[in-house]
């Protein structure tokens, strides 16, 4: 199976622009969830999607927002950037099988704001 | 407000060692406890997971955590170090009360293991 995917891998972007980042799942899987990491603030955990809802956020302001499709893709979006949304974002996908439940990352995308 | 505190920036071990890395949590329902990894320039992986049942949690490549509820503990462990578990390991805790759960990470814990 393909791993999980995110597009753009790099991305640079100037203060007040917005940005859609994409991340697919490995197939099969219905919950995607979102991280930023920065050298500051560490691993942040953004949302979390299952079947096209929104199960659980993090503490973002409503400029980060995201959203999931019928076939499990996930996007995050960023308006009115600010120099601190610098960050490299993660995505993960995840299935529960047998009562386990296993997260698997994606390389991430990493967005500069100048 | 749930946090989780990972009192070591690094820890050194020699191969061959046993390992801990600490973490201890906050929360004020029922914790799911997580810990993960990031080799250098491969990313951030799933390690494994505490939910419920047994207090010693066994997960990817030989490491396994312990959760103690009365010292909110949930170390990571692992008999035998290699130098190739050499990486950053977090540790994260979620409230799996009320409505929308979220995540929250420790700062991070280097684990440097000598040759």
């Known amino acids: 199976k393909a791993g999980v995917t995110q597009t753009p891998r790099y991305l640079i972007k100037t203060r007040g622009q917005q940005v859609t980042l994409s991340c697919s799942p490995i197939?099969?899987?219905?919950?995607v969830s979102w991280y930023q990491q920065t050298p500051g603030q560490g691993l942040q955990f953004l949302f979390e999607?299952?079947?096209?809802?929104?199960?659980n956020k993090g503490n973002f302001p409503g400029r980060f927002s995201g959203r999931q499709f019928s076939n499990s893709r996930s996007e995050m979006n960023v308006s009115t950037l600010e120099l601190g949304d610098s960050a490299l974002y993660l995505c993960?996908?995840?299935?529960?099988?047998?009562?386990?439940?296993?997260?698997?990352f994606g390389p991430g995308t990493r967005l500069l704001v100048l | 407000a749930q946090s989780v505190a990972q009192p070591e920036d690094q820890v050194n071990v020699a191969e061959g060692n046993p390992l801990t890395v600490k973490c201890t949590y906050s929360?004020?329902?029922?914790?799911?406890l997580f810990w993960y990894v990031q080799y250098p320039n491969r990313g951030l992986q799933f390690l494994l997971k505490?939910?419920?049942?047994?207090?010693l949690v066994k997960g990817s490549y030989g490491f396994e955590a312990e959760f103690n509820k009365s010292q909110t503990s949930f170390h990571l462990k692992k008999p035998s170090a290699l130098v190739s578990d050499s990486a950053l390991y977090f540790c994260?805790?979620?409230?799996?009360?009320?409505?929308?759960?979220?995540?929250?990470f420790g700062t991070g814990t280097k684990l440097q293991v000598i040759p």
């Open positions: 505490y939910i419920t049942g047994d207090n």
């Open positions: 993960a996908s995840s299935f529960l099988a047998e009562g386990q439940e296993t997260q698997y």
């Open positions: 999607y299952f079947s096209e809802t929104q199960r």
């Open positions: 929360v004020s329902g029922n914790p799911y």
């Open positions: 994260a805790v979620r409230d799996s009360s009320g409505g929308y759960q979220k995540v929250t």
């Open positions: 197939s099969g899987h219905r919950s």
